[in-house]
């Protein structure tokens, strides 16, 4: 690599040299002129010629270009954006691309909670064309994101989270092979998400804290997420069967604060590696899926201050025998428990406050029950309720308390504007 870097650097001095002497010398007989007489102050060596590689030379312009429209910068970052050694650079980070193993580039780039201000992002991410990763968590970028951003052949992760950013849905990531991790919660991208981001092959989608208004697509099953979080926006309608196929990968799944309506399918039973699944704060109706039972690696369930109602299936309750913490059906209005759910309320493991269950304290009044049942109420395909699609585990014989089974888990993490969040 020295010999390349040594040869380039040879031509750049060459070329720059050339470039400074007067054309009559290059294309008239310097004979006539006297040799004492031509005098040629060459400038100080460029600082081109103190880069580590060729590809740094190139983005150099481009990173001093950005630093010229930083609005606000409380931390003082960008002092440290001077000269030639940019993998220096407070926030950048140099590698070897995969096209080139040879050679220096700048691969990842993390301004998370740098607090920077800028109008906007374009004509600088989009012309780092060896960016792996570029985080920029809790700043102050606004504008929209450029589709020359599709041109970043190498680019996987990209957080643009707690920033000022607006417009449409960024659809230029649909082009992006690569892309494994997208994360723009906490901007003020508004307007319909389309419905292809769920066939990308994302690992983490977070899309919550925006502006978002449309039905849920009907094929959001097909996503390949471990981490899909939809918190905080506008969606609405009824949460797709097609949820049932994403079994093999769908981890954590946030439906929380949106304007969802319908019964809840029974497919959602099929998700075996859930451990998160909340669809709380919503307008969901009708009886609580059997099907949840089958939720073995459940740990977090939550679907409260929605309008549920009949009995809790004692096989959801049982649950709390495995890996269930917490089921959360508050503010709903549940009708009926059995031996196994009251047993894992005394637990503090199933919560029903506010419900209208008889016998239990802390519901709500008969008056606004009764009320609540005034009006009929019934879901399609209602025979799907009571089917339970796999073989409920056996009960564990487990002396693990809730606090020793207690983890985080990593789409509530994203719910906080500040956290960056990393697998």
């Known amino acids: 690599m020295e010999n390349s870097s040594s040869i380039s650097t040879t031509l750049l001095s060459i070329t720059f040299f050339l470039l400074l002497i007067p054309s009559c010398v290059i294309f008239v007989n310097c004979n006539t002129f006297e040799s004492e007489s031509i005098s040629i102050d060459l400038p100080p060596i460029p600082d081109i010629l103190g880069f580590l590689d060729e590809r740094l030379a190139l983005i150099f312009p481009i990173i001093q270009a950005f630093k010229n429209t930083i609005t606000s910068d409380p931390l003082g970052v960008t002092s440290t954006w001077t000269g ?17 193993k040879t050679a220096v580039t700048v691969a990842s780039i993390d301004f998370n909670g740098f607090q920077l201000s800028a109008p906007s992002l374009d004509g600088f991410i989009d012309q780092l064309p ?13 504008g929209t994101i450029s589709p020359k951003i599709a041109k970043l052949k190498f680019l996987y992760e990209l957080d643009l989270s707690n920033n000022l950013l607006s417009g449409v849905f960024p659809v230029s990531v649909l082009n992006m092979p690569t892309l494994s991790f997208l994360d723009i919660r ?20 977070f899309l919550n804290n925006n502006n978002f208004f449309q039905n849920l697509p009907n094929n959001l099953g097909d996503t390949k997420a471990l981490y899909l979080t939809l918190v905080n926006n506008k969606f609405t309608g009824p949460i797709p069967p097609s949820i049932g196929k994403a079994s093999a990968t769908l981890t954590e799944v946030l439906f929380l604060n949106n304007l969802l309506t319908g019964c809840l399918p029974y497919e959602i039973g099929f998700l075996k590696r859930a451990t998160l699944f909340d669809a709380g704060n919503n307008l969901l109706t ?23 109602y009949g009995q809790i299936p004692e096989v959801i309750c049982a649950l709390g025998n495995h ?6 059906l508050s503010n709903n209005y549940f009708t009926k428990v ?10 503090g493991v199933v919560d029903v406050r506010k419900n209208c269950i ?19 109420r019934s879901c399609p395909r209602a025979a799907w309720f009571n089917f339970i699609p796999c073989k409920v585990p056996p009960r564990k014989n487990s002396t693990i308390t809730t606090t020793t089974r207690k983890r985080s ?7 906080s504007r500040n956290n960056r969040v990393l697998l």
């Open 186 to 205: 906490y901007n003020s991208f508004s307007g319909k998400v389309p419905p292809s981001i769920f066939t990308q092959p994302l690992d983490v989608l």
């Open 84 to 100: 030639p050694n940019i993998c220096n650079y407070t926030g950048f980070y140099c590698d070897n691309p995969p096209d080139n």
């Open 409 to 415: 888990l990593l789409s509530y993490s994203a719910l």
């Open 286 to 308: 009708g009886p609580l899926p059997s099907s949840f039972g089958c939720l073995e690696s459940a740990e977090q369930l939550n679907l409260a201050g929605n309008l549920l």
């Open 358 to 376: 008889s016998g239990i304290p802390n519901q709500r009044s008969a008056q606004e029950c009764f009320t609540f049942f005034l009006t009929p």
């Open 338 to 347: 059995g031996p196994v759910c009251r047993s894992m309320i005394k637990k």
């Open 130 to 142: 060896d960016l792996a990763i570029f985080h920029a968590n809790s700043n102050g970028f606004a």
């Open 323 to 328: 890996n269930l913490l917490n089921l959360s």
